[in-house]
């Protein structure tokens, strides 16, 4: 808070004049789990163009910093130390290890700066240790019921089409995202779940994480052409990326197009999207990063302004701000670019 005020004073003197007449700068430190990752870069872009806008808009100089913790939560930590004993007025972090969030939590507080994690949820107990910690994200559980969804609508349309041995029962293999991961368990539990809910007698050939990473489920795939071929009649993959990597098994094991099996993924990233376009992958939730990504620099300007965040957020129970999916199949697809 006394950060917050003295920024508002100094904003406070300039507008009446008393200042120097230069511009006013805000630092924002955004500190990412791993910026190889293609939904993260995606969302990283959408923050430094908002922020730009807000910069534009507002006549002040925001400095935005981003720091890539490649996977590692020591280095995430030693780049939220960095940010705060470089006096940044707000960080925004996608934190690398969920369970490991006290620790920025009780530091940011220390320094009074406030936080806004996002897209990898921290758990509860350490969001609640500080009144100016925040989280923003999609719908975990929503994400996973709109994929299953995406293929009990396919399968009741064309049962025939997914189930290639004829048998009445859909054979399918997850590609999971990081072990913890609240996307990786909550997507697969709700879309296999909205199937069964659904009436779909279903069998389980495999399951195995790949990270969210398009190499790894791409090897994966690869065994799983080996062990059950023809077998597998859908993938359920819990993001884009690894769903592109099943796609590009699929298709270097000499599969057609029409023989590929019934590709789901979760994100609609634009290479997800093109797949979309080409008939390769079924279907997609989209993950809004733009939204996500919008919904953090309007709680960041709140915070920044010392107004309450819910005048800028929807936010519920003081700490959280969500995001919905959207399914998008080739059906809707150029509705789905138009709304971009
Ligand atoms: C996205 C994944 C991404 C992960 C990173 C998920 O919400 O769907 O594509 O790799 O977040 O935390």
């Not at 904003?11 to 939904?39: E, W």
């Not at 020591?74 to 004993?85: A, I, K, P, S």
């Not at 690894?242 to 197009?257: K, N, P, Q, R, Y």
Request: charged share 20%; proline share 2%.
């Amino acid at each position: 808070m006394r950060r917050i005020i003295s920024l508002l004073a100094v904003l406070a003197l300039l507008l009446s004049g008393c200042g120097t007449d230069k511009a006013p700068t805000v630092r924002v430190g955004v500190a990412l789990y791993d910026q190889s990752d293609t939904f993260i870069s995606t969302m990283a872009r959408q923050l430094q163009q908002l922020f730009q806008e807000e910069e534009q808009g507002r006549g002040i100089k925001i400095n935005l910093s981003l720091s890539d913790g490649q996977g590692s939560q020591t280095l995430q930590n030693e780049q939220v130390d960095r940010f705060l004993n470089q006096g940044y007025d707000i960080i925004c972090v996608n934190i690398v290890d969920r369970t490991a969030a006290a620790v920025i939590v009780d530091k940011a507080q220390a320094a009074d700066v406030p936080v806004i994690f996002f897209n990898r949820e921290p758990v509860e107990e350490d969001l609640r240790r500080w009144e100016g910690a925040y989280y923003v994200g999609a719908y975990a559980e929503q994400g996973g019921r709109l994929q299953g969804q995406l293929v009990l609508d396919a399968w009741r349309e064309d049962a025939a089409a997914l189930d290639r041995s004829g048998d009445g029962v859909l054979q399918y293999v997850v590609l999971e995202g990081e072990a913890g991961h609240q996307d990786t368990l909550l997507r697969t539990e709700y879309s296999i779940q909205t199937l069964t809910a659904g009436g779909m007698e279903i069998e389980k050939l495999a399951s195995a994480t790949a990270n969210w990473q398009r190499s790894q489920a791409s090897a994966r795939m690869n065994q799983w052409l080996q062990q059950y071929g023809d077998a597998m009649e859908a993938v359920f993959a819990n993001n884009d990326d690894m769903a592109l990597g099943a796609i590009d098994a699929c298709l270097s094991a000499g599969m057609t197009v029409e023989e590929l099996p019934y590709i789901v993924g979760v994100d609609a990233t634009e290479p997800a999207l093109e797949a979309v376009r080409n008939g390769t992958l079924k279907g997609t939730v989209c993950n809004d990063a733009a939204g996500q990504a919008k919904s953090i620099v309007a709680l960041s300007c709140a915070l920044l302004d010392g107004e309450a965040p819910e005048s800028a957020v929807e936010l519920e129970d003081g700490k959280y701000v969500w995001l919905p999916y959207a399914s998008v199949t080739a059906e809707n697809l150029e509705d789905h670019l138009k709304t971009e």
